[in-house]
């Protein structure tokens, strides 16, 4: 399990919030962020509750309330991303804002690198 380095992957303040409002109500679990192959652009992220514990090649993301993990193998896809949250009139979602992708589909959960 690895700390947080600011540089490598972070949370807004909505994210962080929204994080913790689900965690309040799920105790001893953590919110799950992995890049996985596939979508529209080649690749898409997920995001699942899970148990808190860590793996061994976990960044484990403790803020204001809001556990996060992401694994190695993600984590160099988004080195340097922000997990976000919004709440519209389109809808309430995550997303990452990462700028790694250097492009994305129209429904904003798939990416592209070079």
Same mark, same amino acid.
């Given at each position: 399990?690895?700390?947080?380095?600011?540089?490598?992957?972070?949370?807004?303040?909505?994210?962080?919030?929204?994080?913790?409002?689900?965690?309040? +109500?799920?105790?001893?679990?953590?919110?799950?962020?992995?890049?996985?192959?596939?979508?529209?652009?080649?690749?898409?992220?997920?995001?699942?509750?899970?148990?808190?514990? +860590?793996?061994?090649? $976990?960044?484990?993301?403790?803020?204001?309330?809001?556990?996060?993990?992401?694994?190695? +193998?993600?984590?160099?896809?988004?080195?340097?991303?922000?997990?976000?949250?919004?709440?519209?009139?389109?809808?309430?979602?995550?997303?990452?804002?990462?700028?790694?992708?250097?492009?994305?589909?129209?429904?904003?959960?798939?990416?592209?690198? $070079?």
């Amino acid at each position: 399990m690895t700390s947080l380095a600011p540089s490598r992957f972070g949370l807004s303040a909505a994210a962080t919030r929204r994080v913790g409002e689900i965690l309040a +109500a799920n105790p001893g679990q953590a919110l799950r962020v992995a890049v996985l192959a596939g979508g529209c652009s080649g690749f898409q992220y997920r995001f699942e509750l899970e148990p808190a514990a +860590a793996g061994q090649d $976990d960044l484990l993301i403790e803020q204001d309330g809001a556990r996060v993990l992401v694994d190695g +193998a993600s984590l160099d896809l988004l080195a340097g991303a922000e997990l976000d949250f919004a709440d519209s009139l389109m809808g309430a979602h995550f997303s990452v804002r990462n700028p790694n992708a250097t492009s994305s589909c129209g429904c904003g959960t798939s990416f592209s690198v $070079d």
